[in-house]
């Protein structure tokens, strides 16, 4: 029983009804209730493509994405990093999930920039990693949180389409119970009508912030609306 809670009940009650003496009714019983936030599993795929290079965003983006492994490491969740893969059209693994703010800071200076964008292999990647670890952490939250331009240019399979195959993605994700948040890395004002970023997060029925607008708020607020 939450003692000091209850004793200000009555108290209230009392006062209300004009009553000097101040008697615990049940009605005024009150208990302690402990909020336990669940932890988040995050895997964050950042977007190191030549495209984002061009227009002086990757800077940017691995500031962004350090930011959230901030965050994440104050608040208990695990993190993962998937990038591209330079030389070769496919994504990998740039960090397995941790929660070390210091083992996530320094995969994420390594990760060089790469030729092409094969989001839908990241797509995938990071799926199947966080199905992998919600079998050892079946109390977290799967979330994946994707910085990029929204410009695929790789298929799964050659001769497909990425955009198709990106798209197919998002709904394994839904269909898996994974979050999707997107974060368009476009220039400030420029956004390129090809990107998919709008329509990815849809699919996945996710949610969708710009990197000009973002902020720890935001990405919390993001955080909270697809958990």
């Not at 029983?1 to 004009?18: F, N």
């Not at 336990?36 to 983006?61: G, M, Q, T, W």
């Not at 591209?84 to 995969?107: N, Q, Y």
């Not at 060089?112 to 990241?122: F, N």
């Amino acid at each position: 029983m939450a003692v000091d809670a209850t004793i200000r009940a009555a108290a209230a009650r009392a006062g209300r009804s004009g009553n000097r003496q101040t008697n615990v009714e049940a009605e005024d019983l009150r208990r302690k209730v402990r909020e336990h936030r669940v932890p988040f599993e995050l895997c964050i795929v950042v977007d190191n493509s030549y495209s984002l290079h061009a227009e002086r965003l990757v800077e940017k983006v691995k500031g962004l994405v350090f930011s959230f492994l901030e965050d994440a490491a104050t608040r208990g969740d695990r993190v993962a990093l998937v990038a591209f893969k330079p030389g070769v059209p496919e994504a990998t693994i740039a960090l397995r999930p941790t929660g070390s703010l210091r083992l996530a800071s320094a995969a994420l200076r390594r990760i060089p920039l790469s030729g092409r964008t094969p989001l839908p292999h990241a797509l995938r990647l990071g799926c199947t990693l966080l199905r992998q670890e919600l079998h050892r952490r079946p109390n977290a939250r799967p979330l994946l949180v994707v910085v990029s331009d929204g410009i695929p240019n790789v298929p799964l399979r050659r001769g497909g389409d990425p955009l198709v195959d990106l798209l197919d993605e998002a709904r394994v994700l839904r269909r898996a119970g994974i979050g999707l948040v997107v974060v368009e890395a476009a220039p400030p004002g420029r956004r390129d009508p090809a990107s998919c970023c709008a329509a990815l997060a849809k699919v996945a029925d996710g949610t969708m912030v710009s990197l000009a607008e973002i902020s720890p708020l935001a990405f919390a607020e993001a955080l909270e609306r697809v958990g």
